[in-house]
């Protein structure tokens, strides 16, 4: 049995009158693409290392980084948590988002003067 996540026909059409319009080639196959934009961003995977199934990793890193600057995905969030049950709040749980080795000490530096106290010589 295949570990492979894809949107039901029923998850993409719902979410289909979102996706920005074709111009001159047509695009790779949404479903595929999308599916394979939500395995890596939900197990938290490097582009290239996104199943082959998905088809190549440089198409969904492409369309994932031209639809994030449309704001593609955050009218599909938002028409996503309009339909909801919810009293109006959403939340994202971002705890295993990464910092750089380096982000510690940016304090000692005194690159936040607002946040370590340190005032930053000019």
Do not use: C
Request: aromatic share 12%; glycine share 6%.
């Amino acid at each position: 049995m295949s570990q492979l996540f894809y949107l039901s026909s029923e998850q993409l059409e719902r979410i289909k009158p979102f996706f920005p319009l074709s111009h001159g080639v047509s695009r790779v196959d949404d479903l595929k693409v999308l599916s394979g934009i939500i395995y890596v961003i939900k197990y938290g995977l490097q582009w290239k290392d996104a199943p082959r199934e998905y088809g190549p990793y440089k198409t969904l890193y492409n369309r994932f980084v031209r639809w994030s600057r449309m704001g593609v995905f955050n009218k599909i969030f938002a028409e996503l948590a309009k339909t909801t049950s919810t009293d109006g709040r959403l939340m994202i749980d971002a705890t295993h988002l990464k910092a750089h080795r380096t982000a510690a000490s940016l304090l000692k530096k005194g690159l936040f003067p607002a946040a370590s106290g340190v005032q930053k010589e000019v």
